[in-house]
């Protein structure tokens, strides 16, 4: 069993910064992929980014590439996530995921068996 704890959400204005954590419990096995994944009221969950637990390939949504970047402490069993240059359009719930994803399946939300209760992250204009 594996349990997640996102940190770091808040409020931060248009063009500011914020970080985000997910504190990770439990076994991770090195084919597991750490997701973040976000979703704004009445949209689709959108992948945001993800990283392999055994490497350092990332991957990341097209709206924040460039902008975030994704990151993990193994010793730590932590991932992060540094969000840059907000816009409104990064409001949302931001969830950690993680599970053995296959690459194809990175963006996929339902490929990832394990999931975070989420953080608020609001950006004022």
């Known amino acids: 069993q594996v349990q997640l704890a996102e940190s770091g959400g808040g409020l931060v204005q248009a063009g500011g910064s914020l970080s985000l954590s997910c504190a990770v419990s439990?076994?991770?096995?090195?084919?597991?992929?750490m997701g973040w994944f976000r979703q704004a009221p009445g949209k689709e969950r959108e992948f945001v980014a993800a990283?392999?637990?055994?490497?350092?390939?990332?991957f990341y949504g097209d709206s924040v590439k460039g902008r975030f970047t994704i990151s993990r402490d193994n010793a730590k069993n932590t991932v992060y996530l540094q969000m840059n240059s907000l816009n409104s359009e990064d409001t949302a719930v931001y969830y950690c995921?993680?599970?053995?994803?296959?690459?194809?399946?990175?963006?996929?939300?339902?490929?990832?068996?394990?999931w975070g209760q989420g953080t608020q992250v609001t950006v004022s204009s």
């Open positions: 995921a993680t599970g053995p994803v296959s690459t194809m399946s990175i963006k996929s939300h339902s490929a990832y068996r394990y």
């Open positions: 439990g076994s991770i096995y090195n084919n597991y992929v």
């Open positions: 990283i392999r637990w055994s490497s350092s390939t990332t």
